[in-house]
Nanobody, 125 residues
Framework: QVYVVESGGGLVQTGGSLRLSCSAFGDIVDIATMYWYRQVPRKQREMVAQITMDGSPVYADSARGRFTISREKAKNTVTIYLQMNEMKPEDTATYYC?????????????????WGEGTQVTVSS
């Protein structure tokens, strides 16, 4: 079982910066990849950035060049950050953190997803 908690959302002006944090607790040794997603009402949730536990990042086109994902490991937690710069009104959304685990089962490896409750980011024009 993994528990995921996001923080750091808020209101920022166009062109400003914000940093989101997401901490994972529990069976963190099973975490393979962590992600940031965002969602606006009546639209599908979209992946913003992801990072593996060895530190390899991947970005959506909308985030590349403006956002940076990073991760920090401690004994009992894994924390990822999303540094968002040059923010635009279209970045306004609820941002969610996802932890993907990979575990060995009786018939082979399987993956599980754990989501946080989200943090609101609003960019004013």
């Amino acid at each position: 079982q993994v528990y995921v908690v996001e923080s750091g959302g808020g209101l920022v002006q166009t062109g400003g910066s914000l940093r989101l944090s997401c901490s994972a607790f529990g069976d963190i040794v099973d975490i393979a990849t962590m992600y940031w997603y965002r969602q606006v009402p009546r639209k599908q949730r979209e992946m913003v950035a992801q990072i593996t536990m060895d530190g390899s990042p991947v970005y959506a086109d909308s985030a590349r060049g403006r956002f940076t994902i990073s991760r920090e490991k401690a004994k009992n937690t894994v924390t990822i950050y999303l540094q968002m710069n040059e923010m635009k009104p279209e970045d306004t959304a609820t941002y969610y953190c996802r932890a993907e685990t990979s575990e060995e089962g009786p018939v082979g490896p399987y993956e599980l997803d754990y989501w946080g409750e989200g943090t609101q980011v609003t960019v004013s024009s």
